[in-house]
């Protein structure tokens, strides 16, 4: 069974730093699309980040140059560092597997707030 | 960036109804669409892929359709575990836009 469990969130004050994290079983980040999707309190859903396979990685034009996607195969793990943080980063950030998102982890919950 | 459209933005029906939600792409994505559903408090579920397919486990009263601009999620018989909101996405490029949802309500 594919199964995504993600990690890492928390409060964090204006400017700061988080990492995501998130553990994969039954597939390898390495050889899967991995994306990121994010879910402010009471709105839609809202894609950040993807990485191929091949590495290649693309984000949304409200994270660029501050958040970075990344994965580490030894752990099976994929990340999301996210810099500069603003309060309108507050959100669950869900992982999702493959080119049309069929696996989803529970989410982690992000609020960034002085 | 391809934007996504979906109407209504709240549907309210009853037990039994055909469902119909539809979604407009800004241009032209062929087939790669997909269709989500979430629950509240819930990470969302696929539904549909490629505008027509239906993903393993899913009841055959959702079906997707359409290409190019303009695709439909329908609901045959609408069940009491289907009030949700439902969500499309396009992946037909580098980025993954989501439309804003439509929330399916108790009439």
């Known amino acids: 069974e594919v199964q995504l469990v993600e990690s890492g969130g928390g409060l964090v004050q204006p400017g700061g730093s988080l990492r995501l994290s998130c553990a994969a079983s039954g597939l390898t980040v390495s050889t899967t699309y991995m994306s990121w999707v994010r879910q402010a309190p009471g709105k839609g859903l809202e894609w950040v980040s993807l990485?191929?396979?091949?590495?290649?990685?693309y984000y949304a034009d409200s994270v660029k140059g501050r958040f970075s996607i990344s994965r580490h195969n030894s752990t099976n793990t994929l990340y999301l560092q996210m810099d500069s943080l603003r309060p309108e980063d507050t959100a669950v950030y869900y992982c999702a597997s493959s080119t049309r998102m069929d696996v989803w982890g529970q989410g982690t919950t992000v609020s960034v707030s002085s | 960036d391809i934007q996504m459209t979906q109407s209504p933005s709240t549907l309210s029906a009853s037990v039994g109804d055909r469902v119909t939600i539809t979604c407009r792409a800004s241009q032209n994505i062929r087939s790669w669409l997909a269709w989500y559903q979430q629950k509240p408090g819930k990470a969302p579920r696929l539904l549909i892929y490629?505008?027509?397919g239906l993903e393993s486990g899913v009841p055959s009263r959702f079906s997707g359709s359409g290409t190019g601009t303009d695709f439909t999620l329908t609901i045959s018989s609408l069940q009491p575990e289907d009030f949700a909101t439902y969500y499309c996405?396009?992946?037909?490029?580098?980025?993954?836009?989501f439309g804003q949802g439509t929330k399916v309500e108790i009439k």
């Open positions: 996405q396009h992946y037909d490029s580098h980025s993954r836009t």
């Open positions: 990485i191929y396979s091949g590495g290649n990685a």
């Open positions: 490629k505008a027509s």
